[in-house]
């Protein structure tokens, strides 16, 4: 208990740091994200304390909305379709509504329901393989192994969830410091980004180089390439390594919280699946940057938390649990 106890005390450091870091180095909008994925947290979190259902439901009925308004634009593979006028970034968000739809299926009451949560999911997960996205429906896997798997190797794949994420974030790093990908002596666009954001991290380790879209030769040139087309290593160079690791720090963090709760809640393993999927897409693209996404994401980890939590003190009080589906 007492490891669990410092270890989420680092977990807290990493968003203070998250959240400080980036205000010292003109960077507010970070700051900002982190401040209401913190506040998205605590209110989906107690709000699952008492109706597991609920924030699933919203999320997959606000979705299905946005598929009904432009249902055309959901499903074509042309770059500026859809929400955001971004296809990675409609990928992405989708790939978070498919595991809104596995969380609802899992906790509605009614058969009706759960049936039409699981269509749900599985138009979701169109969405992804249609729009030309290669790192977002390579992580559909995730989504789909979260809601098959026997929940008894629940806590096994949340570890393998992390080793995944940390081999995408050293390998596209390590593509950055040498500049080019194995095998391939040119890279492309997007592996020169992902130099120049190295660069700029090297420059400046502690506070960071300023906005890479004004730093970075490519961006300066292309208003196209404003992004570093990852994440972290943007976030490094332009908030410095305290950033860049508090980052990382923090993906890491919910995964291992999301895995000891998993002994409680079956919820825990598509949010999980949900986390992966979403920093594995920010290690090779700039999806982070549609805010809703990190908040959709943030809104299942406090569902799947919150669930956890209310089993744990159930059992702790000798109650009998609502439900042994969740």
């Excluded at 450091?13 to 947290?41: D, E, K, Q």
């Excluded at 924030?55 to 500026?80: E, N, T």
């Excluded at 080793?163 to 020169?192: H, K, M, N, Q």
């Excluded at 906005?211 to 390439?225: H, I, L, M, Q």
Aim: neutral net charge; aromatic residues 6%; charged residues 10%.
């Amino acid at each position: 208990m007492a490891n669990a106890t410092e270890f989420d005390r680092a977990g807290l450091a990493a968003i203070v740091v998250l959240t400080v870091w980036p205000l010292l180095t003109g960077g507010w909008r970070t700051s900002a994200l982190v401040l209401a994925c913190v506040g998205v947290f605590g209110l989906t979190r107690s709000i699952a304390l008492s109706n597991a259902w609920i924030v699933p439901a919203f999320l997959v009925f606000g979705l299905a909305m946005v598929a009904a308004v432009d249902l055309g634009g959901l499903l074509s593979d042309g770059a500026g379709r859809g929400p955001f006028g971004y296809a990675n970034a409609k990928a992405a968000l989708f790939v978070q509504g498919s595991v809104a739809a596995v969380m609802l299926a899992m906790t509605a009451a009614n058969t009706n329901v759960r049936r039409v949560a699981l269509g749900a999911g599985f138009v979701f997960a169109i969405v992804p393989l249609v729009s030309g996205t290669v790192a977002a429906s390579l992580t559909l896997g995730l989504v789909v192994g979260s809601m098959l798997l026997p929940r008894r190797w629940a806590r096994q794949a949340v570890t393998s969830f992390m080793v995944l994420f940390a081999a995408v974030l050293i390998a596209t790093t390590v593509v950055g410091i040498t500049g080019e990908l194995p095998g391939d002596s040119g890279g492309g666009r997007r592996v020169t980004l992902w130099s120049e954001a190295v660069d700029m991290v090297d420059d400046n380790p502690v506070l960071g180089s300023g906005a890479f879209s004004e730093t970075s030769p490519t961006a300066v040139s292309d208003a196209d390439a404003s992004w570093a087309h990852n994440e972290f290593l943007q976030l490094g160079a332009e908030h410095g390594v305290p950033a860049l690791a508090a980052a990382a720090g923090t993906v890491i963090w919910l995964l291992v919280r999301l895995r000891r709760a998993a002994v409680m809640s079956t919820l825990a393993l598509p949010a999980a699946a949900a986390v992966t999927a979403l920093s594995v897409n920010e290690c090779v693209d700039y999806v982070g940057h549609f805010v809703l996404i990190p908040l959709l994401c943030t809104a299942l980890v406090g569902t799947a938390i919150g669930v956890a939590e209310t089993r744990a003190i159930g059992t702790r009080a000798g109650r009998p649990l609502r439900s042994t589906r969740i």
